[in-house]
């Protein structure tokens, strides 16, 4: 399986943007789900989105979708959140998460390897 390793958080004013990396060891991200999650203090992790690297397929949770995207650069192995005009109820913990080979986010699938998380912190 493939093993996953989050970089990129940091501290940022409203409006302003970060750019998440998600880069795996272990095998390739050629054909996974490739998911991005986050917890806020007291609140329960929540899935904010989901590319599937086999065919480029993303998916957002409304919150978020006009403001981040994913992509993937298959030379490194890494797949991207660019979130912009972050916003103070962004603060969280970030986290990717990769499926079993072969999985669709549309299928809804099951993350298995899992990063250490990122903090974003986004002041007001």
């Known amino acids: 399986e493939v093993q996953v390793v989050e970089s990129g958080g940091g501290v940022v004013r409203t409006g302003e943007s970060l750019r998440l990396s998600c880069s795996a060891s272990g095998s390739s991200f050629d054909d996974y789900a490739v998911g991005w999650f986050r917890q806020a203090p007291g609140k329960e992790r929540e899935g904010i989105s989901c590319i599937s690297t086999g065919d480029g397929s993303s998916y957002f949770q409304n919150s978020v979708k006009d403001r981040f995207t994913m992509s993937t650069d298959s030379a490194k192995n890494t797949v991207y959140l660019q979130m912009n005009n972050l916003k103070p109820e962004d603060t969280a913990v970030y986290y990717c998460?990769?499926?079993?080979?072969?999985?669709?986010?549309?299928?809804?699938?099951?993350?298995?390897?899992w990063g250490q998380g990122t903090q974003v912190t986004v002041s007001s």
């Open positions: 998460a990769a499926s079993y080979h072969g999985s669709r986010c549309q299928n809804g699938p099951n993350f298995v390897s």
